[in-house]
């Protein structure tokens, strides 16, 4: 499954927050991939995850981040690129129409999923 923020939900903000803080480090206690549903909440997801990746604390053995369907921006793929741990990128349709986005992030750092029916 995925854990993150979706701002288009009608769960309030801060509860989507405080879960996926827990789920983070659930991730980390136990060394493993969190796969990241982000909607309109890339700003938040970020704080979020450099209180627990950023520059500041220890590399995270075991735990990658999968940012799936990533409709972020280029400057967050840099500030994603830039944690302490793997971060990996799976892309939906619409982030051919954002070749800025795709230049900024590594083809050894893509992936391919498949979310139908989308």
């Not at 060394?31 to 520059?55: D, M, N, Q, T, Y």
Request: net charge neutral; charged share 30%.
């Amino acid at each position: 499954g995925e854990a993150g923020l979706d701002w288009k939900r009608k769960v309030p903000k801060q509860l989507q927050k405080d879960i996926f803080e827990e789920h983070v480090k659930l991730a980390i206690e136990f060394r493993r991939p969190i796969s990241i549903h982000c909607v309109k909440a890339h700003g938040a997801l970020l704080e979020i995850l450099a209180r627990h990746f950023g520059k500041d604390v220890s590399q995270k053995e075991g735990v990658s981040l999968i940012m799936h369907s990533y409709s972020g921006s280029a400057e967050q793929v840099k500030a994603l690129l830039g944690l302490r741990t793997s971060v990996y990128f799976s892309l939906s349709m619409m982030a051919l129409k954002k070749p800025e986005v795709l230049k900024e992030i590594p083809e050894d750092n893509l992936i391919i999923e498949t979310d139908a029916p989308y």
